[in-house]
């Protein structure tokens, strides 16, 4: 299920497919022509003035006739003075909520976005708040570009990079994260450069290889979480599906043909996972291949819900792991103070509006 949007959207093209779509209703443009109009439609607004060759009025009003061009609302902008990172909420013209968020980097003035690919998720993550949301359909890509748009256009500094890490698997929506990560490398488009594009899985074993095989410049990032059969499919329902030797062997496949390091990363919970034993399966299943284990510490707000790793199992862990002989990188959950967890800020304003009476009572 995907927005009912059914004019198609000018920020799902790259230029070839808009003179493409343009010539099917036969206008015929030049792919300079087409160039030019996207670059116009991506432009960062407040840019200084540059040289360019004009756009004539009639192709701009073709491209208005017969592409949608709206834009995504703001609806919510969460801002954490301690670490600087800002989460956006949403909505689409259906209504649907999902979150982007604006990450500061280590360079002053440079910036990353985390972006959604679904609104809610299926992959049924226990320690997950978007899980608990469910899904209600995938994003589609002008939705997944309005939003790093959106962020961009007001991040103080430069935004050189993408993460499809938000709300959702993106892999489970394989066809329009990819197509959203074309438009946002393209020098037209986004102008981020595909190798700082990052696309994150829970594992789904036919989707990375499709992607091994496609020869994509975005990188991956495999959200594993345990390497314990079990204890996978316990955390992680649905990615527990496929047996831990078939992830390894799909994650080889995808390392045999990658440029740099493969990064597995680690939602690290106190007394679940950050065990010698998780180590040692580490190894087991990934040994002798060129990694970065990123650890994330858990951010579950429920009373009930899973605890923090302490700063001394988490050093222990850590230690353990040099037998990967792999950089380990501890990630922080930037915005612990307002909503940090994907899903927190959509869920919060679902059950305001729940909660909210309505205009009928």
């Not at 959604?116 to 997950?128: D, E, K, L, P």
């Not at 990375?208 to 345990?226: D, K, M, N, Q, Y």
Request: one cysteine or more; aromatic letters at 6%; proline letters at 5%.
């Amino acid at each position: 299920m995907t927005a009912t949007v059914s004019t198609p959207h000018l920020l799902s093209f790259v230029p070839e497919e808009l003179a493409a779509h343009l010539g099917s209703a036969g206008i015929a443009v030049r792919p300079e022509e087409a160039r030019r109009v996207l670059s116009r439609a991506f432009e960062l607004p407040g840019a200084p003035p540059r040289r360019r060759s004009p756009v004539a009025k009639r192709l701009f009003d073709d491209v208005a006739r017969l592409t949608d061009r709206r834009r995504l609302e703001l609806v919510e902008r969460a801002t954490d003075p301690s670490d600087g990172f800002v989460k956006y909420l949403f909505r689409s013209p259906d209504g649907a909520l999902t979150e982007a968020v604006r990450i500061p980097l280590h360079k002053e003035g440079r910036f990353s976005v985390c972006l959604s690919s679904q609104v809610g998720c299926a992959m049924g993550c226990t320690f997950c708040a978007t899980g608990r949301l469910g899904l209600t359909r995938n994003l589609e890509t002008w939705e997944m570009v309005s939003a790093f748009l959106a962020v961009r256009d007001e991040a103080p500094g430069r935004v050189t990079g993408v993460v499809f890490q938000g709300q959702g698997e993106p892999f489970q929506n394989y066809d329009e994260v990819i197509r959203a990560a074309r438009v946002l490398s393209h020098p037209c488009g986004g102008h981020v450069s595909g190798t700082n594009i990052t696309i994150s899985t829970v594992g789904l074993v036919p989707q990375i290889r499709r992607f091994a095989r496609e020869g994509h410049p975005f990188r991956l990032i495999v959200s594993l979480t345990s390497a314990i059969e079990e204890r996978r499919r316990a955390l992680l329902p649905v990615a527990g599906r496929y047996t831990m030797s078939e992830l390894a062997s799909a994650v080889r496949e995808y390392a045999a043909v990658a440029k740099g390091r493969l990064t597995l990363a680690m939602v690290l919970m106190g007394g679940v996972n950050d065990g010698a034993e998780e180590a040692a399966a580490l190894e087991r299943h990934f040994g002798g291949l060129k990694l970065r284990v990123n650890l994330i510490d858990v951010n579950d707000a429920r009373p009930d819900g899973y605890r923090r790793s302490t700063d001394e199992e988490r050093s222990r862990f850590m230690s353990e792991l040099q037998r990967l002989r792999a950089p380990i990188v501890r990630r922080y959950s930037g915005g612990s103070a307002r909503h940090a967890a994907c899903g927190m800020l959509a869920a919060t304003v679902q059950a305001s509006t729940a909660a909210s009476p309505s205009d009928a009572e």
